[in-house]
């Protein structure tokens, strides 16, 4: 009777018991390690978090795992057991967060692994990443999303500092900023994360190309030229609009009879385009990561030449469950080359005009939804009829007037108006020479860079927004007489104009004049595309 008169029903020893579980209860630990994973190509942080309850032991893995999250279940389980660490007599449960995100990759499996082995010790370091895939003996392996994973958490200031596989170190220095705390086993990182021996043990990478600095800008380029612009015999007006086009990244398109050295100019031009500094180069080894390619990480820009038959999604990207990156990303800061331009899909060349425009790709699927950069110089080459001998003086044109027209209306005008400059190949001729050699175009590129950037240039001449052409692109007062003339006799649309005017700044920048002088516009009018 005693015992029920004080609070409830419940003796007083009772309650002292059940309020001194609670507290335990509440002490549990419950530890956290900070991972992440791709969304599109862009990294998405996740938060790995475990908790080990009493009851039937189990392992669960939950927070809209894919597969190879859920078969990281049985990795773990080995590798801690191979190296005499005992898995706990518990129910595990690992929760990815925010649990509304689609995880994917087994660069995931060390931190659960840390997570599984140091569940009694508290981890308190905050803005530390772990990443890793473990193998059944405890090593600790690389995967080929990590490079884009860290790249993308560095590009938006995630990351400071994270556990890495040894292996991985090769392509990771590249990236600065960021402290790595590279672990070859298990083992090895449970050390140091349990003694809190954080300090990184990885060297910067430097790079062994040519480079100057412009306003403590590092720039790099290559004077690696597999195959010469010496070899291209005569075409001078051909080479002297590649020269405009490399230097400012503009988009070229030429048009000639079959074997006049269309595709020999496109695939020289690679060689002699404007530098690249540190964020540009990692971002092409992000994009090759991508496409499952080990990239060399050299200064080099990319040229993609896909076949006229490609399909939408091998050129843009797509997937019904995962998109993925097509040609376009591929080409990003470098060459995105169709021959035979009239023989691609209209569907892909309408398209084409997004990013060309935009500079940006946009992939809607019912399970993705993905925005990727698309920079690209864009190159063309082009017969003038089905039979290629329009233009020709020697060969008889074997095409009739509709077989002619339906050709060139395949390429519509608001696609072709966003082309900058034009060329008409000239004939092959038996005294054609070369004139200039693509080491001294590659000169004129880098000195006309050079001006741009100390001219306070953030981008080349051809991507400029129309805010910077007013800015940058001053013509003289005959030049500006001459524009005025040329809109109404051409009659230049909007977009026109903005062309003439960059292709006008890149020749005055290639003549070393301050401003776009009446040569220089002329020049460039006329690069543009007779209607």
Not at 397 to 409: A, G, H, L, P
Not at 484 to 512: C, P, Q
Request: with cysteine; net charge positive; proline share 4%.
């Amino acid at each position: 009777m005693n015992a029920k008169n004080h609070s409830g029903n419940l003796p007083p020893q009772t309650i002292k018991v059940k309020t001194v579980k609670q507290k335990e209860k509440k002490q549990a630990i419950v530890n956290r390690l900070t991972c992440a994973t791709l969304e599109g190509v862009n990294a998405k942080v996740i938060e790995v978090e475990a908790t080990f309850t009493k009851g039937l032991p189990g392992f669960a893995v939950v927070g809209l795992a894919s597969s190879d999250i859920q078969e990281s279940k049985e990795r773990t389980k080995s590798a801690l057991l191979t190296n005499d660490f005992i898995f706990p007599p518990l129910k595990v449960t690992i929760n990815l967060s925010p649990s509304d995100l689609k995880k994917r990759g087994t660069h995931l499996d060390l931190a659960m692994g840390l997570l599984i082995a140091l569940h009694k010790v508290k981890i308190e370091e905050e803005g530390l990443f772990v990443f890793g895939e473990l193998g059944l003996d405890g090593k600790v392996k690389s995967s080929s999303m990590l490079f884009p994973l860290v790249l993308s958490l560095k590009e938006q200031g995630l990351i400071k500092r994270a556990i890495v596989p040894t292996e991985a170190i090769e392509y990771l220095s590249h990236i600065s900023a960021v402290d790595f705390i590279a672990v070859d086993t298990l083992s090895e990182a449970i050390q140091i994360v349990k003694n809190r021996d954080f300090k990184a043990n990885v060297e910067r990478f430097s790079y062994e190309s040519d480079t100057f600095c412009i306003d403590k800008t590092a720039y790099y380029f290559e004077k690696k030229y597999e195959s010469d612009f010496m070899e291209v015999k005569g075409q001078s007006i051909a080479k002297r609009a590649s020269l405009i086009a490399a230097a400012g990244m503009h988009n070229f398109l030429m048009e000639g009879n079959p074997g006049c050295g269309k595709s020999m100019i496109a695939k020289r031009i690679k060689d002699i385009l404007p530098p690249l500094f540190e964020e540009e180069i990692l971002s092409i080894a992000k994009h090759q990561f991508l496409d499952g390619v080990t990239p060399t990480f050299t200064a080099l820009r990319p040229i993609r030449s896909p076949h006229h038959t490609a399909t939408s999604a091998s050129i843009f990207g797509g997937g019904s469950s995962m998109a993925k990156i097509g040609e376009v990303a591929l080409a990003n800061k470098g060459i995105l080359f169709f021959d035979e331009l009239p023989h691609f899909s209209k569907n892909i060349l309408e398209a084409l005009r997004e990013p060309l425009q935009d500079k940006k790709v946009h992939i809607a699927r019912v399970n993705a939804k993905i925005e990727y950069e698309a920079d690209i110089m864009f190159v063309a080459a082009q017969n003038p009829c089905p039979c290629g001998n329009l233009l020709s003086k020697v060969r008889a044109c074997r095409c009739s007037e509709v077989e002619i027209k339906r050709y060139q209306n395949k390429l519509s005008d608001p696609f072709l108006d966003r082309i900058d400059l034009f060329v008409v190949m000239q004939e092959v001729s038996s005294d054609d020479r070369g004139d200039i050699s693509s080491k001294e175009m590659h000169e004129a590129v880098l000195n006309a860079f050079k001006i741009q950037k100390h001219r306070g240039q953030q981008r080349l001449n051809g991507k400029l927004t129309e805010e910077e052409i007013e800015y940058f692109c001053l013509l003289s007062e005959d030049a500006q007489k001459i524009l005025e003339g040329a809109i109404g006799k051409f009659g230049l649309s909007h977009r026109s104009i903005a062309s003439v005017k960059k292709i006008g700044r890149t020749i005055a920048d290639l003549n070393t004049h301050e401003k776009i002088e009446k040569s220089d516009l002329l020049e460039a009018l006329s690069y543009r595309r007779r209607k």
